[in-house]
């Protein structure tokens, strides 16, 4: 076992699921989208794009690619999140909710695809 | 860009990790602590806006002045940590970036790829130089001269640096690498579409058949110019064709017998091919009668075989005995002793050629044959450029320093196509002829070594004269390009050397000469002059200035209103 897929691994799929679990929901219902959780989606995808730097493998740099959209979207949405709340005082109104929690869902996808690349790259390894 | 980008990229990863998690504890925390209102009341935590906005000015120790609201104690513990833990942060990143930027490998990457980048880049005409010793130095000056573009690959690091610190006209990229893998020269534009040529001057003759073998097979069309020391890498070379083997040496010899020969000659060829800014030589003829060589290797093999064939009385001066043995009149020894010199009789020879690998050797040479001997006519071999104030003060008859004679052979084929032709002309011609050729281009050019150029008679490269010829088919004589393309009472500072008509050659072209379109001419003048010519090579106006006198409107209009036959006169 090598330590250094595992925290890869982690990393990724932890992403995935952090991102999920922000987008599941009533896209339009603002209690069921908690800020704090799009903040720790946010930083564990930064660590994330960061573990992918380096590779040179064509496998590696659409890794990389994945998190770099994935990364790209969630800050879109946090960006969204502090305009709303604190620059024109609108509010968590379903309309903003609706807007952030689609741009996560855009992030999910792209965290989907990481993972998918991840497991074929496990599947080849292992035959 | 792309390795060293992925380099940089790789070895930031753990401090990059770092400095994010550190932002996100800070922000978590600080989001969550409650703060505190004037009345002493506990207030809601920041907002993660606030609180992300908070930990980037402070962790960046911007310490930007804006609190949000003063905060309560539990806040500034948190704070205080916050401080410490990103300051920590920053460092370890920054740290690690310094340490990148001093790692060697690194910074070869980063020279490497900028190399590459500026090779790739380049969209004038240049020539590719495989070592800068001093014959790769010289020649760099003579081609910076000449406004060409070069580009260096040297082994030595020292060399590169001090290459640096040289005032040339433009910023030559240079590479600190082995020249012999084809990668190399591939990234110093072997294959460049504007890659002129390929000169390889280092001074290891295996490295020089790398190249020459890499340059054969990777662009055979590009001209290979190789210096070669011994006369099996010579044949080597020869073997896959290419296009021109300077073996210094054996030049060297050439050029003594042909001093010998038709010292006009010489001269005339020395200074056609000689080092932009020298002077032309002072007239020696060398003496015939009896020679004393010493140190017969290379160099005194050359010399010894071609004077031989002058039909020189030789002595050799070697301290093998297997050596000399091929003389019927050899000495053992190494020459510097009067007893060797005058065993060798230097008090009835003519001449001494001291040539053996150590310069502080010939100049004791030299200087007690000369003692002993004060007529003797003296030929010094010079092996380092260091030495050259030595040199200077002896004052020798004739002084060779095999980094010159490559640098004056490549010049020769390098300047102009036509010059070897020329050149060759000159071997076969008398002395009184050559002589009389020096004196008329000194009178009009003075002592310098001239520029001298090709120049086509083609729509490339002279447009409005290949259009006068072909299209209008206008008699013109070389005279036009003789003369000055804004004052035509005035001639130009250039003298017609060769035109060359279908192979045919004409030596030395008086104005009346009709030119026809495909005809090559050879001149040789002032960089002015070469300039004011292209002019009138390219510009129609101009061409017709110079040949009627006249001033020819320029745009379309105004040349159908003026009178028909103004331009065809």
Redesign the interface.
């Given at each position: 076992m090598n330590l250094e897929k595992v925290i890869f691994g982690f990393f990724i799929v932890l992403a995935a699921t952090l991102n999920f679990g922000f987008f599941v929901g009533d896209i339009d219902v603002p209690h069921q989208h908690h800020?704090?959780e799009l903040?720790a989606a946010i930083?564990v995808n930064?660590?994330a794009t960061?573990?992918k730097?380096?590779d040179?493998t064509q496998i590696g740099a659409v890794h990389l690619a994945t998190s770099l959209v994935a990364d790209l979207q969630l800050i879109a949405a946090a960006i969204g999140?502090?305009v709303a709340?604190?620059v024109t005082g609108e509010g968590m109104t379903p309309s903003v909710t609706a807007g952030i929690v689609s741009l996560s869902g855009g992030a999910m996808l792209a965290n989907i695809v990481s993972v998918i690349i991840l497991i074929a790259e496990t599947v080849m390894l292992r035959r | 860009m792309n390795s060293v980008f992925?380099?940089i990229?790789?070895?930031?990863?753990a401090p990059?990790?770092v400095l994010?998690?550190i932002?996100?504890v800070s922000?978590?925390g600080l989001?969550l602590i409650p703060g505190i209102d004037p009345s002493g009341q506990p207030t809601r935590p920041m907002?993660?806006?606030?609180a992300f906005y908070f930990i980037s000015y402070t962790a960046t120790t911007i310490g930007f002045g804006e609190i949000p609201a003063v905060f309560s104690d539990a806040q500034r513990l948190w704070v205080t940590a916050c401080i410490y833990l990103s300051v920590v942060g920053w460092t370890y990143s920054i740290l690690t970036l310094l340490a990148l930027f001093q790692d060697s490998g690194f910074r070869l990457a980063l020279a490497t790829t900028r190399f590459r980048q500026r090779v790739s880049r380049l969209n004038e005409p240049f020539y590719l130089i495989c070592g800068c010793g001093e014959t790769g130095g010289l020649l760099m000056h003579a081609l910076d001269h000449m406004q060409m573009r070069f580009v260096v690959v040297e082994i030595n690091e020292t060399r590169i640096n001090e290459l640096e610190l040289e005032d040339f006209r433009t910023d030559a990229p240079a590479l600190i690498a082995d020249a012999r893998p084809p990668q190399t020269l591939l990234m110093a534009g072997l294959a460049h579409r504007k890659c002129l040529g390929v000169l390889a001057l280092t001074n290891d003759d295996g490295a020089n058949l790398a190249i020459a073998i890499a340059a054969r097979l990777l662009s055979p069309s590009l001209p290979v110019l190789c210096r070669a020391e011994t006369a099996e890498t010579a044949a080597n070379m020869a073997s896959f064709g290419v296009h021109h083997i300077i073996n210094p040496y054996e030049k060297f010899g050439e050029y003594l017998a042909l001093a010998m020969d038709a010292p006009g000659c010489h001269r005339l060829l020395h200074w056609l091919t000689g080092i932009p800014g020298r002077n032309l030589l002072e007239e020696t003829i060398p003496p015939r009668g009896n020679w004393i060589v010493c140190g017969y290797s290379r160099f005194g093999r050359s010399i010894a075989e071609n004077l031989e064939r002058e039909g020189v009385g030789l002595t050799i001066i070697d301290p093998s005995p297997a050596v000399t043995s091929i003389y019927a009149k050899n000495i053992v020894g190494i020459g510097t002793g009067a007893e060797t010199l005058l065993k060798a009789g230097v008090e009835s020879a003519v001449g001494i050629v001291a040539g053996t690998d150590s310069d502080v050797d010939n100049l004791s040479i030299v200087i007690t044959a000369r003692e002993l001997n004060p007529k003797l006519y003296v030929v010094l071999r010079q092996n380092q450029k260091a030495n050259k104030v030595l040199f200077d003060a002896f004052a020798a008859d004739l002084v060779m320093l095999p980094s010159e004679t490559v640098a004056h052979e490549c010049l020769a084929i390098l300047t102009a196509p036509l010059l070897s032709r020329f050149l060759a002309v000159v071997k076969r011609e008398t002395d009184a002829w050559a002589d009389t050729l020096i004196e008329r281009l000194q009178a009009r050019l003075g002592n310098e070594v001239p520029t001298l150029w090709s120049v086509r008679l083609a729509a490339s490269d002279a447009p409005a004269l290949h259009r006068a010829l072909v299209l209008d088919r206008k008699s013109i004589t070389l005279d036009c390009l003789l003369r000055h393309s804004s004052r035509r009472d005035d001639f130009l500072a250039c003298f017609p050397l060769l035109a060359l008509r279908e192979g045919r050659e004409q030596v030395t072209p008086d104005p009346h000469f009709r030119l026809e379109a495909g005809d090559e001419l050879l001149f040789a003048g002032t960089a002015e002059a070469r300039m004011l010519q292209a002019l009138t090579l390219q510009n129609t106006n101009v061409l017709d200035y110079v040949m009627s006198g006249r001033e020819i409107p320029g745009g379309w209009i105004w040349r159908a209103l003026s009178p028909k036959n103004a331009g065809s006169s």
């Open positions: 800020v704090y903040f930083v930064l660590i960061i573990l730097f380096g040179r999140w502090g709340v604190h | 992925f380099l990229l790789r070895r930031m990863r990059l990790i994010v998690l932002y996100a922000i978590l989001s907002s993660l806006f606030h």
